[in-house]
């Protein structure tokens, strides 16, 4: 369209005219509409509620696409009642059976107040209709009360303040009697995906809920705790919840926690309090870990020979050996180098030639693939071992254990959470034996718990360490850095005879420089002289805001990287686009962390084909990509389990709330081919310093000691 008469304007009414594009299942449309002035627009935006016909105030910016020219971008929405014949007739006829020549009868019949009289009476009214007759009849009802209902929340919602995109997350969860719930309990929207307890809070207090009401209290007490699980911990001890509390509240909320404790809400143990689900989980997988600890050996095999190995092992990489065919439960660590791979391998090489199955997972499928790769052996995901399934969950469990595995072996178990490590034990069969291996050294899991790190903390499982870099791997500069800052010391930066020259290390003071720098590495220095593609390189930053965050470079690189690439409509990406899964989508077999590119759309089915790094190609709906982020640049924490061939990594005293030795240890572990850390000394400085950002509350060490 020709540019509008005010393009400045933050405040539009329009009359819908058509529905040019609706998100299935989701928020994002493009509408046709008309102006009180008669100009014809295009709004775009959390619209997909709103039918032809239907009038709204929406509220926003005008915005000029490249291809479609203005359009009016709304963020806010305020439906209206229909008032002209043509947009009664346009709601009318979206009522089950009433049709387009029923709406026109109704409106001829009853005028302008024609909502209002089959408000009164549905069904006497729409059994009227010409066409309907008894049949029919009950059907049209539940679709006008049903739409009303609907229509409802979403008034009621807009009027509070709730944004529009979320009241179209509440709309699509709501049952029968949403409104009335959500006027009595506002604090129930909580459990509706992507809204918080501020949105929920606003709702509540524009109702009048008191600061001090049992209920605002309560809800408090749950969410803070909930914050602490997205720190990693599994409870709080009482000071800091009621800490946490008054904080998030404004007031005190201490008298309330007995009251949630004998309700069986949250537990109080001693001192600690949690989630009943998070006690219950955290408790369930000690018991689960010392049931295998205590059971006898369930293998047996007679050839027990290091001849058996397709290499010569070393005493502690064959100890790894006896302690899987020894016990039902055991552990391997080790930093890079020292041969954690080849000790699995070794473990492969002896239960085949014993003829037991062995069965091989990794939390990410980039990670399965390396193990496959190292071991000779098939390897999955977890969640494909567990077999998830749409709707119900893992379908393996206690009652229906993991088949065809006389040993499993579970690789980069740092990355094991509370929850997945307590599916998973459950699931282990009666004989099966089971060896974790992974780094504690590097990040904790995203989710609650740092499950590794206190199994071995709980000094009753037996555990290998492997501590001898060998040969091969300490020739790799990466290596070298990688067990130097480790150990809090400097990297080496300077290769020897024989050295691979594959970690760089340059200084740089000027942000706007390492900015710069950063991009034109990732974007043409190294892919040009390692000879792979941009999308082989990968830009690992500790934050999200500021101007070398990962927002930032992710706008710089896309920009130089894929300026051109046709938009998705529904979504802020392009065709081409290099993304992030940010959630686990069980239903779509995308896990969180995994990373690929979006290399097609389908207009007639609303999907896009997601090509992921470890050679699937998944068909995902347009709603799919809610939970994807763009990934030129991410986060340390998502990278973990995955292997890739160049990293860079820019180092700032920005990131200082961030900087610690695991996670510059973890960033440069990422790589395959090359590291680059490119950044203010002083920054290194601050990370070789510090050990971790800080201590998870767990019980899971003390639980099985």
Same mark, same amino acid.
């Given at each position: 369209?020709?540019?509008?008469?005010?393009?400045?304007?933050?405040?539009?009414?329009?009359?819908?005219?058509?529905?040019?594009?609706?998100?299935?299942?989701?928020?994002?449309?493009?509408?046709?509409?008309?102006?009180?002035?008669?100009?014809?627009?295009?709004?775009?935006?959390?619209?997909?509620?709103?039918?032809?016909?239907?009038?709204?105030?929406?509220?926003g910016?005008?915005?000029?696409?490249?291809?479609?020219?203005?359009?009016?971008?709304?963020?806010?929405?305020?439906?209206?009642?229909?008032?002209?014949?043509?947009?009664?007739?346009?709601?009318?006829?979206?009522?089950?059976?009433?049709?387009?020549?029923?709406?026109?009868?109704?409106?001829?019949?009853?005028?302008?107040?024609?909502?209002?009289?089959?408000?009164?009476?549905?069904?006497?009214?729409?059994?009227?209709?010409?066409?309907?007759?008894?049949?029919?009849?009950?059907?049209?009802?539940?679709?006008?009360?049903?739409?009303?209902?609907?229509?409802?929340?979403?008034?009621?919602?807009?009027?509070? &303040?709730?944004? %529009?995109?979320?009241?179209?997350?509440?709309?699509?969860? #709501? *049952?029968?009697?949403? @409104?009335? =719930?959500? $006027?009595?309990?506002?604090?129930?929207?909580?459990?509706?995906?992507?809204?918080?307890?501020?949105?929920?809070?606003?709702?509540?207090?524009?109702?009048g809920?008191?600061?001090?009401?049992?209920?605002?209290?309560?809800?408090?007490?749950?969410?803070?705790?909930?914050?602490?699980?997205?720190?990693?911990?599994?409870?709080?001890?009482?000071?800091?919840?009621?800490?946490?509390?008054?904080?998030?509240? &404004?007031?005190? %909320?201490?008298?309330?926690?007995?009251?949630?404790?004998? #309700? *069986?809400?949250l537990? @109080?143990? =001693?001192? $600690?309090?949690?989630?009943?689900?998070?006690?219950?989980?955290e408790?369930?997988?000690?018991?689960?870990?010392?049931?295998?600890?205590?059971?006898?050996?369930?293998?047996?095999?007679?050839?027990?020979?290091?001849?058996?190995?397709?290499?010569?092992?070393?005493?502690?990489?064959?100890?790894?050996?006896?302690?899987?065919l020894?016990?039902?439960?055991?552990?391997?660590?080790?930093?890079?180098?020292? &041969?954690?791979? %080849?000790?699995?391998?070794a473990?492969?090489?002896?239960?085949?030639?014993?003829?037991?199955?062995?069965?091989?997972?990794?939390?990410?499928?980039?990670?399965?693939?390396?193990?496959?790769?190292?071991?000779?052996?098939?390897?999955?995901?977890?969640?494909?071992?567990?077999?998830?399934?749409?709707?119900?969950?893992?379908?393996?469990?206690?009652?229906?254990?993991?088949?065809?595995?006389?040993?499993?072996?579970v690789?980069?178990?740092?990355?094991l959470?509370?929850?997945?490590?307590?599916?998973?034990?459950?699931?282990?069969?009666?004989?099966?034996?089971?060896?974790?291996?992974g780094?504690?050294?590097?990040?904790?899991?995203?989710?609650?718990?740092?499950?590794?790190?206190?199994?071995?903390?709980?000094?009753?499982?037996?555990?290998?360490r492997?501590?001898?870099?060998?040969?091969?791997?300490?020739?790799?500069?990466?290596?070298?850095?990688?067990?130097?800052?480790?150990?809090?010391?400097?990297?080496?930066?300077?290769?020897?005879?024989?050295?691979?020259?594959?970690?760089?290390?340059?200084?740089?003071?000027?942000?706007?420089?390492?900015?710069?720098?950063?991009?034109?590495?990732?974007?043409?220095?190294?892919?040009?002289?390692?000879?792979?593609?941009?999308h082989?390189?990968?830009?690992?930053?500790?934050?999200h805001?500021?101007?070398?965050?990962?927002?930032?470079?992710?706008?710089?690189?896309?920009?130089?990287?894929?300026?051109?690439?046709?938009?998705?409509?529904?979504?802020?990406?392009?065709?081409?686009?290099?993304?992030?899964?940010?959630?686990?989508?069980?239903?779509?077999?995308?896990?969180?962390?995994?990373?690929?590119?979006?290399?097609?759309?389908?207009?007639?089915?609303?999907?896009?084909?997601?090509?992921?790094?470890?050679?699937?190609?998944?068909?995902?709906?347009?709603?799919?990509?809610?939970?994807?982020?763009?990934?030129?640049?991410?986060?340390?924490?998502?990278?973990?389990?995955?292997?890739?061939?160049?990293?860079?990594?820019?180092?700032?005293?920005?990131?200082?709330?961030?900087?610690?030795?695991?996670?510059?240890?973890?960033?440069?572990?990422?790589?395959s081919?090359?590291?680059?850390?490119?950044?203010?000394?002083?920054?290194?400085?601050?990370?070789?310093?510090?050990?971790?950002?800080h201590?998870?509350?767990?019980?899971?060490?003390a639980?099985?000691?």
């Open positions: 369209m020709s540019e509008p008469a005010d393009p400045d304007a933050r405040l539009l009414a329009v009359e819908v005219t058509a529905v040019r594009y609706r998100v299935p299942d989701g928020d994002f449309a493009v509408l046709s509409g008309l102006t009180e002035e008669g100009d014809e627009v295009t709004v775009t935006g959390p619209l997909a509620h709103l039918q032809a016909g239907e009038s709204a105030e929406v509220g910016q005008w915005r000029r696409h490249a291809k479609h020219g203005w359009q009016f971008h709304a963020t806010k929405v305020r439906v209206l009642e229909p008032v002209s014949s043509q947009a009664l007739i346009a709601y009318l006829s979206s009522i089950k059976h009433v049709g387009k020549r029923g709406a026109a009868w109704l409106v001829d019949q009853h005028g302008e107040g024609v909502l209002a009289v089959v408000d009164a009476d549905p069904r006497s009214a729409l059994a009227q209709v010409p066409g309907i007759g008894r049949q029919k009849v009950g059907a049209a009802v539940r679709s006008w009360e049903d739409q009303g209902e609907q229509r409802a929340i979403r008034l009621f919602l807009e009027e509070h &303040g709730v944004p %529009a995109a979320a009241a179209g997350r509440v709309v699509r969860h #709501a *049952g029968p009697g949403a @409104l009335d =719930e959500l $006027r009595a309990d506002p604090y129930a929207l909580t459990e509706v995906e992507g809204i918080g307890f501020a949105t929920a809070d606003a709702l509540a207090q524009a109702l809920t008191a600061p001090d009401a049992p209920g605002r209290l309560d809800a408090g007490l749950v969410h803070a705790l909930q914050l602490a699980e997205s720190d990693g911990h599994c409870f709080l001890p009482r000071a800091e919840l009621m800490t946490r509390a008054e904080r998030l509240l &404004g007031t005190d %909320a201490g008298h309330r926690l007995d009251a949630m404790v004998l #309700a *069986g809400r537990v @109080l143990e =001693e001192d $600690r309090v949690a989630e009943a689900r998070m006690f219950n989980t408790r369930k997988l000690a018991r689960l870990v010392r049931a295998l600890v205590d059971d006898e050996p369930q293998l047996r095999v007679k050839k027990r020979d290091r001849a058996l190995t397709s290499f010569v092992p070393t005493d502690a990489q064959w100890a790894v050996v006896t302690n899987v020894g016990h039902r439960l055991s552990i391997l660590t080790g930093l890079p180098g020292t &041969g954690k791979s %080849a000790s699995m391998r473990l492969v090489d002896v239960l085949r030639a014993n003829k037991r199955t062995v069965r091989l997972a990794a939390p990410t499928g980039k990670a399965a693939r390396r193990l496959a790769e190292s071991t000779g052996a098939d390897a999955t995901t977890i969640h494909r071992l567990l077999e998830w399934a749409p709707g119900e969950g893992f379908t393996r469990d206690e009652f229906s254990p993991i088949e065809g595995a006389d040993v499993l072996v690789d980069e178990a740092s990355m959470g509370v929850q997945l490590a307590c599916a998973l034990m459950a699931a282990i069969g009666p004989r099966t034996h089971v060896l974790l291996v780094d504690p050294d590097q990040l904790a899991p995203v989710g609650p718990g740092r499950v590794l790190e206190d199994l071995i903390d709980a000094g009753s499982i037996p555990t290998v492997l501590t001898e870099i060998f040969r091969q791997a300490a020739r790799s500069m990466i290596v070298r850095a990688a067990h130097a800052i480790n150990a809090g010391q400097h990297p080496p930066t300077t290769p020897g005879d024989g050295d691979i020259h594959d970690f760089f290390l340059i200084a740089r003071d000027d942000p706007s420089r390492i900015f710069a720098e950063v991009c034109d590495l990732a974007a043409e220095r190294l892919p040009r002289h390692y000879g792979v593609q941009a082989e390189v990968q830009v690992l930053a500790p934050m805001k500021g101007p070398l965050g990962i927002d930032a470079f992710n706008a710089a690189l896309r920009a130089r990287l894929n300026p051109h690439g046709e938009p998705v409509p529904g979504t802020p990406f392009r065709l081409g686009d290099r993304v992030l899964q940010t959630r686990n989508n069980h239903d779509e077999e995308l896990m969180n962390g995994e990373l690929g590119v979006l290399v097609s759309f389908d207009r007639e089915r609303s999907t896009v084909v997601f090509a992921a790094d470890d050679g699937r190609r998944l068909r995902l709906p347009v709603r799919a990509t809610e939970t994807l982020r763009l990934a030129h640049a991410i986060s340390v924490h998502k990278a973990q389990g995955s292997n890739m061939g160049v990293v860079v990594m820019p180092l700032t005293r920005s990131h200082h709330v961030m900087l610690t030795r695991n996670l510059v240890y973890t960033a440069l572990t990422r790589a081919l090359a590291a680059v850390l490119l950044g203010e000394p002083a920054a290194l400085e601050v990370a070789l310093g510090r050990r971790d950002a201590l998870r509350h767990t019980r899971l060490a639980l099985v000691a």
